[in-house]
């Protein structure tokens, strides 16, 4: 049985997955510290031979994967969350916790490593956010998260690689 929240998640990622991508929109400032970076010259024929089909659609065309598939959502192993696009390091394991969206969640980011923009895809805006090096779509954030940050950084599974501490 579905609680409202999954239902309504599922909802949402669908509408996103049927849209296909973000609307395009202006990043913010926060990533300047890797304007230089080489992973923002990667060609998007280089990207589609460096990842798989479901990471770069999400990644690099900003799409969704379904909920409820990624095996991340059941990974509770210590360790570190990174952009699967250039291995920046995006989440500690801590910040990890069960949203019941079918999405990997995370209620911190380490800051200076996401960047974000507002995206009207579905119709309504919301903040969607990226790795800050190369770019690469991870997800949503949310302000219905849990303590201590009351933040919900719903993200894709296959935008992530996950290292065991």
């Known amino acids: 049985m579905e609680t409202p929240i999954q239902r309504r998640h599922l909802l949402l990622g669908v509408a996103a997955t049927a849209m296909g991508a973000c609307s395009p929109g202006a990043a913010d400032a926060s990533e300047a510290q890797y304007a230089a970076s080489p992973f923002r010259r990667i060609s998007d024929v280089e990207w589609r031979r460096r990842l798989d089909d479901a990471s ?11 909920p409820f598939t990624s095996p991340l959502n059941d990974e509770h192993r210590r360790g570190t969350f990174s952009c699967k696009g250039c291995g920046l390091a995006l989440f500690q394991s801590r910040w990890k ?4 969206t079918g999405w990997p969640s995370f209620h911190t980011a380490i800051r200076e490593n996401i960047g974000t923009k507002t ?7 919301r903040t969607e956010y990226h790795c ?3 770019l690469g ?3 949503h954030l949310f302000d ?22």
């Open 56 to 66: 770069w659609r999400v990644l690099r065309h900003e799409s969704t994967e379904r």
């Open 97 to 100: 916790y069960d949203s019941g």
């Open 144 to 165: 219905d998260g849990p303590r201590p940050t009351g933040k919900r950084y719903c993200n894709n599974g296959v935008a992530l690689t996950f290292t065991p501490a």
């Open 137 to 139: 779509h991870q997800g």
């Open 119 to 125: 995206d009207f895809a579905i119709g309504i805006p």
């Open 132 to 134: 800050a090096r190369c």
